[in-house]
């Protein structure tokens, strides 16, 4: 992601998250923060299908190493079921075997349960709640975690017979 890629972004965010959209600000911020960080304190893709900005995605890496938090991912939503998200979802799983991250972690709503089977599919499973985490409404976060290194590719586990 590039500061001039903040405008599509801040309206896919809008799109997908409603009144809990990040604003245009923060992604203007975390591109440059991002940008001038060393050592990386995290990385921000987005996806485009036929010229057009369709997604976006980023990590922050912890501070102490080890570990990286998936701050965002969302695809607009006339592009769904197209693969974006999941190579979106590819992308920082494979950033972060290259650096030696043991642990990804996401929050997501309780009640989004496509997502939460599209992060299950990855390989991520459920380890706790933060009650009332999101506010429009009030609504606990489930907390999930993978360990990338465990990871022998960067797409969907196959479907279990």
């Known amino acids: 992601m590039r500061a001039t890629d903040v405008t599509a972004v801040t309206r896919i965010e809008r799109a997908v ?3 809990e959209a990040w604003p ?10 991002f940008a001038a960080a060393g050592p990386p304190r995290g990385r921000l893709w ?22 990286a938090d998936v701050v965002n991912l969302a695809v ?7 693969g974006v998200g ?10 972060c075997q290259r650096r030696r991250v043991a642990l ?7 009640s989004n349960r496509g997502a939460r089977a599209f992060y299950r599919r990855f390989g991520f499973r459920a380890v ?19 360990d990338p290194s465990a990871r022998r590719s960067a797409g969907p586990r196959p479907k279990q017979p």
């Open 17 to 19: 998250f409603g009144r």
């Open 128 to 146: 706790g709640r933060f009650r009332a985490y999101y506010t429009d409404p009030r609504e606990d976060a489930v907390l999930m975690a993978l």
């Open 76 to 82: 607009d939503p006339d592009h769904r079921r197209l």
């Open 46 to 67: 987005v996806a485009e299908r036929d010229g057009r900005l369709v997604g976006y995605t980023g990590i922050e890496l912890s501070i102490l190493g080890g570990e």
């Open 24 to 33: 245009r600000g923060a992604f203007a911020y975390a591109v440059e923060v």
């Open 86 to 95: 999941r190579r979106l979802l590819a992308a920082i799983v494979a950033d």
């Open 104 to 110: 990804l972690w996401l929050r997501v709503r309780a």
